[in-house]
């Protein structure tokens, strides 16, 4: 895994790479384009409907750091929020703005670098930050950041790559990468490296989440293989046995 490279670096990578783009047959920015993103998005991360109370904001200021074409704070702005978005890539903030468009709804979206965000302190009410951190040049500062504008007593989410899960081992003995394995920086955490990480907070709450599900990207043998027969097995077993090794570590921290 690469766990070394240049803000500059990362913001060219995820320039030319959108998230997810292999499950739509919609031509980019269309209405099917963002409907494909999000019922494949919740479809894979069905659990955040479960653990993100996404109207339980109305009226009040909810910032995504790392916004990408807007997937999830268009469900923060459907329920009430103020939404603010950010994003190193000037195409994912374009993609965002034309998602809000289509969804008659409205977002401060902006091309800002997470680790040094534009904000005052002690601004935001709830701060999402799902998939970001283990894609960023300096992942403490983004963390720091994420704390600094955020209100007192208000709470952040971040979610990062469980490295010892099921799926980094089922990679590494299927000989499968794993999804933008190429870019400059991606980084795994065990569960204690991500605690650390977030030591600044009076209160962090982590879960382990993301188990299999069927997946549309994996064809060949080892596609059906894994839908087949993997899936199944794997989620017959007592989730109580295989809880800890979740492919995402999602940390609900309390300022």
Not at 43 to 65: I, P, Q, S, T
């Amino acid at each position: 895994m690469s766990n070394s490279g240049s803000i500059s670096q990362v913001r060219d990578y995820w320039n030319v790479h959108i998230h997810d783009l292999e499950i739509t047959q919609h031509p980019v920015g269309s209405p099917g384009f963002f409907a494909d993103l999000d019922e494949y998005h919740f479809d894979k991360l069905h659990h955040l409907l479960r653990l993100v109370d996404f109207n339980g904001y109305a009226g009040k200021r909810v910032l995504e750091v790392g916004c990408g074409a807007g997937v999830d704070l268009v469900h923060f702005a459907r329920g009430g929020a103020e939404v603010t978005g950010v994003d190193l890539a000037e195409s994912a903030i374009a993609l965002a703005r034309k998602n809000f468009e289509i969804q008659g709804l409205k977002a401060d979206l902006r091309v800002e670098n997470g680790e040094a965000l534009p904000f005052p302190d002690d601004y935001f009410d709830f701060v999402f930050a799902h998939g970001v951190v283990q894609y960023t040049a300096d992942d403490q500062k983004l963390v720091d950041e994420c704390r600094r504008v955020l209100k007192p007593g208000g709470q952040v989410l971040f979610q990062v790559y469980n490295r010892i899960s099921w799926l980094n081992g089922l990679g590494k003995l299927m000989k499968v990468g794993l999804e933008h394995k190429d870019a400059p920086v991606l980084k795994m955490y065990s569960w204690g490296e991500f605690e650390r990480l977030l030591r600044g907070f009076r209160e962090v709450t982590v879960i382990p989440e993301r188990f299999p599900v069927k997946s549309r990207l994996h064809g060949g043998w080892k596609g059906m293989l894994f839908n087949q027969l993997f899936v199944g097995t794997f989620n017959a077993l007592p989730r109580s046995l295989v809880r800890r090794y979740g492919w995402h570590l999602l940390a609900f921290c309390r300022k």
